[in-house]
Every structure is written in structure tokens, then in C-alpha cells.
């Protein structure tokens, strides 16, 4: 290792943010270096913009540390260490999520690895870019490596993690252009982003690349879909919204940037949408046309339309089995129209016409085509908007009527607590009244949460409905401490999902965090719970006795305050706007109801392919025409 020159070249891309292009042009760096394998990853990510590191360093990664540390001492990067891998990578998920700066997860191979990509589901299923990269045995093959798979094989993690989305094995040093490109490829993909994992053999991190060429590195060409529709498409279309009058939109993750256009397409058509757990705020929800969430955890107003409409658009959606009841959630559809980049997605039902491209693109087109009469609509009239609409009414009266009782009698706590609809509505409405952001966790809080939300513009709501990963929502608000531009984000967890990752107190604290944690408190996996009495009429080994001082908890760690929410609306009220003003991470602990009442919870207005209703929803599922 040539430390002088590596110090040289850093403080040369200090001085010049980073550019590494602008450097070759300015002649302050020679086009062609020799690079260790670890300073030429770190170059050729900072070539795609990644200066960002969430590391927990091992015996595999000592010398790609070492770089990381001369570049972090010049200002080219940053790296931040944490208290656990799935915690790490959360934050990182979020920080390339919500903020669109793509960061890289490190650590080394064994129980590291293995944690940091199952935390990777969450990014995968989501379609996020994130870089990883595992210090991986050496590829002498000398004998079995600490902490690597006990199997005489090579690149077994890079098969497994090859599993999970895409990876490549640094063998060869040599390979850098070519692992770099699949990289960017995979993390800046348009529509099919997700991690990608880089596998760094302890002992081919310090070997020299001869004559590296940082101009052909790649990370200056964007990746857009620049299609349009042909005539022959837009008579197809035509022909289609033509044949029916009962017609729904469902709009799926993947429609959340194109907002305007989707708003846009829905007025045209006078027709329904309903939003996909992940897709909230695409229309406003104040939106005549907005019927709120549909699935297996719906809306009264969003699976009417979805229960009764005869053609289905969907658009940016991978119609999870969640959010079209698997399978069986459009009874009574006789055809499809896909919006999708995707071409798997897009032909995921039958008797469907697939419009495949950028869906910005293609409901532009379709939008100027309708106004201009090159579309023709059928003018005859019906009330299927207006039954709709009614619906919608209905649904908003129904949680109308949940918010009111706010309290109710709960057996662990053996008095009477805050209902979980009404913690999570006055928890939202602060929220949206003071510009957070709300991350929501996996199970019953998640459910309620997104049935509960009423956002008006995308992106107000992240929630992991991919993996639906416990411990999510407080880890990924770490990355607000993080990114460039941050907002002030609030974690809505319950208790099972956040002791999954109660190490963020420390973390919290360690990075500079401001944000909140909001803990709903009902000492049972209550989503399973719901499920049991649902299916069989009994709960079985969901409930938790032991009583916990989360308070006590998030003081423990000097720098994090603890506030008891409280047993009403007021006394919640009046917490958060304490914990709100606290310069650092806020931990409040909310006791909640769970229970059979049926005041205590938002309901469930869908069919699930699970335990006891298997069977019939696959009969019903047979019956499908789409």
C-alpha cells in the first residue's frame, strides 16, 4: 500500500467534491492509477455518488477500513459504525429510499453478513438500491476461513447472497469495471432497484489493479425509459375502457412518483383508485376519486370497488397477494389493463393488455390522447363513480365512530387504555400538522396504520410492505441523522417490533439523531392474535405477561428521553408536543388495547391465503377470469 499516494489522491478529491471526472479533465489526476482493490471500489463508488458508509467492521474488512479512514480524514467519505447489522442496514434502506442517496452496508462474512442481508430483504422487496459489501475468506483456498460457511466450496456467499438479488465475487481484482456496472446497474435500476453485494477476499482487498482507467468507470449514464405507445396500443386501450362501465385503477408502489400524471388519468376517466399499502398520497386522500387502501387489510370503499368493478388498470403494482386478496380480490373483472416497466408484473393476470414502459411516459401519452379526442370515451352514463363515492362516506363514517371511543377495558393492563386507532390517528394527525415524516413497523401498527392515514401528497408514509420486516420503522429513521437534507421523522412501532432492534437508543444518540419513537404497547404480536381468534376462535402463544418501563428503557441511555403517553387523547396530545421539542431522540410508550371488541381495530375487508381460509379462497381463486 502506497500510503502517500493514496493520501495525495484524496486531497485532490476533497478540494474537488468528489469529481472525480472534473479531476481527470483538470489534469490533478492521471487518467489510468494503480489502485489497491479496496481504494479502487471506494473510487468507483464514489464515481456513482456513494460517500456514505454504515459499517461494522470485522477481521474480514481491516483493509478496506483502512482506506475508508484516509478518505473519511480528507472529507471525500463518511462512514458511520453501529451496534447491529439488520439495524444498520435499515438505515440504510431508508437513507436510499427516502432521501435518494444510496449508501454502502460493510461487514464481514458469518453471523455479520447473514444479519445484514436479512436486513437486505426490506431494500429487495421494496426496490431500493443499496450497496453491501462482506469481507469474504481468501481465494487460496488454504483451509476453512473464520466465520465462513463450514463447506469445502467457494463463493458460497456469493451465491447466497446472488439468491436474495444480485451479486458479484472480487476473485479478480481485475473485475472492478465489470462488478461496478452490474452494481450500478442494480442499485440505480429505474424500476427493479435493490441491493447489490460486493464479496471482498481478505486477500484481494490490498491487491494492486494495474493502470485502472477511472474514465471508463461506469456512473455517469442515467438509466431512463424514454418508450411510447404505438397506434395499434391506443386503439387497444380504446377499445378496452369501451367494453366496460365499471372500472377501478389500482395504483400500486410504483406509481407514487408519477402522482400528478395518475391524478391526471383518473379525473379524465371519472373512475375509482385504490391505493396499495405502499402507494399512500398518490391522490390526495381528500380525492373524490381516492377510495383508500384495498386487500386483505382494506377499506369499506377501496375493496367495494375493487369487489364489484369489471375492468381493472392497474398501474406500477406487483399485486402482492396482500393487496389483491390473493388473487381473488377483483371477483368479478373480465380483463386487465397493465401499466408496468416490468414485463413479469405487467402480465401477472390474465386476459390482460400490457402497456409496458415508463408509466410517466405512457400516462402522459394516454392523458393527451383522451383529451384531444384521439381516445374516445363512451358517454353513457352511470352512477358507478357516485356508488363509490358513497362508499367512501361510508368508510370515513366507520372510522369516525373507531376514533370516538377512545378508550377501552384491556386484560394485561386491567384498566382501561387508548384503543390503537386512536393512539395511531393522534399520532398521525401531529405529525402531518408539523411536516414529519412517519415510518411505520410491520404487524398490527402497520395494518391500522396505512387504513388510518390520510396523506395528501406521496412520500409523507414509508411502511415495509414488502418484507414486512419487525424493527424496521425505528431503525430506518437513523437515517435521517444521515442524509444531506433531513425532515423529522416519527417511528410508529409496537413492543414486539421494537425490542427486535432496541439498540437504536445508543445509535440514536451515537449519530445525532432528532426524530421520535411513538412505542404502542399491547404486550402481544396482536396482527397474529387478530388472525387466531379470526380463524380458530383462540389465541395461542402470542401474548407477552412480562411488563416493561420503556420509559425507564430510553433513559437508561443518557442523551434519549422517555415520556409516558398517557391513558387519553389530551394527555398524548400534550406528550408529543413535549417530545417534539426534545433535541434528540424521543421515546414515547403508549399503552394500547387488544382484544375482541370490535371498536378496538380498524377490521379487515379482504380474503387471505392463509391457515383455515386456504381452501376456499383457492376455490374462489379458480374461478378468476383475470
Not at 493520501?7 to 468528489?18: M, T
Not at 437486505?120 to 422487496?125: K, M, N
Not at 365499471?246 to 400524471?261: M, P, Q, W
Not at 403517553?565 to 408536543?577: A, N, P, R, V, W
Amino acid at each position: 500500500m502506497n500510503l502517500k499516494a493514496i493520501e495525495q489522491r484524496a486531497s485532490i478529491l476533497a478540494k474537488n467534491n468528489g469529481n472525480i471526472l472534473d479531476c481527470i479533465d483538470k489534469k490533478l489526476l492521471p487518467r489510468n492509477v494503480d489502485v489497491t482493490l479496496s481504494e479502487g471500489i471506494i473510487l468507483g463508488l464514489l464515481k456513482q455518488n456513494v460517500k456514505k458508509y454504515f459499517a461494522i467492521f470485522g477481521h474480514g474488512s481491516t483493509d478496506f477500513a483502512e482506506i475508508l479512514r484516509i478518505y473519511e480524514k480528507f472529507g471525500v467519505t463518511k462512514t458511520f459504525n453501529f451496534r447491529n447489522e439488520i439495524e444498520m442496514t435499515h438505515a440504510a434502506t431508508a437513507l436510499s429510499w427516502q432521501y435518494n442517496e444510496i449508501p454502502a452496508v460493510v461487514t464481514s462474512i458469518g453471523p455479520g453478513a447473514l444479519q445484514a442481508m436479512a436486513g437486505s430483504l426490506a431494500s429487495s422487496s421494496n426496490g431500493v438500491g443499496v450497496y453491501h459489501i462482506y469481507g469474504d475468506e481468501t481465494t487460496h483456498g488454504e483451509g476453512y476461513n473464520m466465520q465462513q460457511i463450514p463447506k469445502r466450496e467457494q463463493d458460497l456467499y456469493g451465491k447466497i447472497t446472488a439468491l436474495m438479488s444480485e451479486s458479484h465475487v472480487f476473485h479478480t481484482p481485475e473485475s472492478i469495471r465489470d462488478g461496478l456496472r452490474k452494481g450500478y446497474l442494480k442499485t440505480k435500476h429505474p424500476y427493479k432497484a435493490g441491493p447489490f453485494y460486493f464479496m471482498l477476499p481478505i486477500n484481494t482487498q490490498p491487491k494492486i489493479i494495474k493502470n485502472l482507467n477511472l474514465d471508463t468507470l461506469p456512473g455517469k449514464d442515467k438509466l431512463e425509459n424514454h418508450n411510447k405507445l404505438s397506434e395499434d396500443k391506443i386503439k387497444e386501450f380504446e377499445n378496452s375502457i369501451n367494453k366496460f362501465n365499471k372500472i377501478v385503477i389500482k395504483a400500486g408502489g410504483g406509481s407514487r412518483n408519477f402522482s400528478k400524471e395518475l391524478t391526471r388519468f383518473s379525473e379524465i376517466l371519472n373512475v375509482p383508485v385504490v391505493l396499495a399499502p405502499g402507494s399512500l398520497g398518490v391522490l390526495s386522500d381528500e380525492h373524490k376519486n381516492n377510495m383508500h387502501v384495498g386487500g386483505s387489510k382494506g377499506s369499506i370503499s377501496g375493496n367495494y370497488a375493487m369487489q364489484n368493478a369489471n375492468l381493472l388498470i392497474s398501474i406500477g403494482s406487483r399485486s402482492v397477494c396482500q393487496s389483491d386478496c390473493s388473487g381473488i380480490g377483483y371477483p368479478k373483472a373480465e380483463a386487465v389493463i397493465n401499466i408496468n416497466a416490468d414485463l413479469s408484473d405487467m402480465m401477472h393476470y390474465n386476459n390482460t393488455l400490457g402497456l409496458n414502459g415508463d408509466i410517466g411516459n405512457i400516462l402522459n401519452q394516454i392523458n393527451d390522447s383522451l383529451q384531444n379526442n384521439k381516445i374516445k370515451k363512451s358517454n353513457t352514463k352511470n352512477d358507478w363513480i357516485e356508488t363509490c363515492v358513497s362508499k367512501k362516506k361510508e368508510w370515513t363514517e366507520f372510522k369516525s365512530r373507531i376514533y370516538k371511543n377512545e378508550t377501552l377495558k384491556d386484560d394485561a393492563f386491567k384498566k382501561s387504555v387508548l384503543t390503537q386507532p386512536a393512539a395511531i390517528k393522534t399520532v398521525i394527525d401531529f405529525s402531518n400538522s408539523n411536516n414529519c415524516v412517519k415510518f411505520f413497523d410491520a404487524g398490527d401498527v402497520q395494518a391500522n396504520g396505512f387504513q388510518i392515514a390520510e396523506d395528501k401528497n406521496p412520500f409523507q408514509t414509508y411502511t415495509d410492505t414488502g418484507a414486512s420486516y419487525m424493527g424496521f420503522s425505528p431503525s430506518a429513521i437513523l437515517a435521517s441523522a444521515i442524509a444531506n437534507k433531513p425532515r423529522y421523522p416519527i417511528s410508529f412501532t409496537g413492543d414486539g417490533s421494537f425490542m427486535m432492534n432496541p439498540q437504536v437508543l445508543i445509535d440514536a444518540v451515537h449519530i445525532k439523531l432528532k426524530g421520535m419513537i411513538v412505542i404502542f404497547d399491547n404486550r402481544r404480536m396482536s396482527a397474529i392474535t387478530g388472525l387466531q381468534y379470526a380463524q380458530y376462535d383462540k389465541e395461542f402463544k402470542t401474548n407477552d405477561s412480562v411488563e416493561v418501563d420503556y420509559v425507564k428503557m430510553a433513559e437508561s441511555v443518557k442523551g434519549v428521553k422517555g415520556f409516558f403517553g398517557g391513558y387519553s387523547i389530551k394527555e398524548l396530545q400534550k406528550i408529543l408536543k413535549e417530545a417534539f421539542n426534545f433535541n434528540g431522540l424521543s421515546v414515547i410508550h403508549v399503552p394500547v388495547y387488544s382484544g375482541t371488541d370490535e371498536l378496538g381495530g380498524m377490521g379487515a375487508y379482504g380474503s387471505w391465503n392463509v391457515g383455515n381460509w386456504c381452501e376456499d379462497v383457492q376455490i374462489e381463486y379458480s374461478k378468476q377470469k383475470i
